[in-house]
């Protein structure tokens, strides 16, 4: 048996039961035709002109021939088409900011960050060296207290 390569979806083929055309073409047809036959009707019959007649018949069933035939590139009906429109100019918010995730701006922040802290870590660390020497100094100077009055006691009852 002969092998052959198909390229095609075929998932996006449709059912064409009726003369060619799909269920919702022909739905529409007889929404068209159930509106358009007692419109002509009363028009003729009220006295007005066949041609006139037309053109309202025409202008009355030309959305609804729209509505059953189109289809965007996707395969989306006029009513998706419509409701996405509808949600995206009403219901959805207009005033949207345009932010990016750039990681090298991440990066750069995530640096300057880090040398922020270890700016202040390295004062922190001055600050306690600092503090730590004044302890030392100030125990120094107590100390230094201490011997001169012990020395100064010592020789006064010596």
């Not at 036959?37 to 003729?44: D, G, L, R």
């Not at 002109?49 to 053109?55: G, Q, S, V, Y």
């Not at 035939?69 to 996405?84: A, Q, S």
């Amino acid at each position: 048996m002969a092998y052959t390569d198909n390229h095609c979806d075929l998932n996006r083929i449709k059912d064409k039961p009726i003369c060619g055309f799909t269920i919702r073409q022909v739905v529409c047809f007889v929404i068209m035709a159930i509106i358009d036959i007692p419109v002509y009707a009363i028009s003729i019959g009220s006295g007005m002109d066949c041609t006139i007649a037309c053109l309202i018949i025409c202008l009355i069933s030309a959305p609804i021939f729209f509505a059953g035939t189109y289809e965007d590139v996707h395969g989306r009906p006029l009513e998706k088409i419509l409701r996405d429109k509808i949600r995206l100019m009403f219901l959805t918010e207009s005033n949207r900011p345009f932010s990016t995730d750039n990681r090298y701006n991440a990066i750069k922040k995530q640096i300057k960050l880090e040398e922020k802290m270890d700016g202040f870590v390295e004062k922190k660390k001055k600050r306690d060296k600092v503090k730590a020497a004044k302890k030392a100094s100030k125990k120094s100077k107590v100390k230094l207290f201490f011997n001169r009055n012990s020395k100064k006691e010592a020789e006064k009852t010596a």
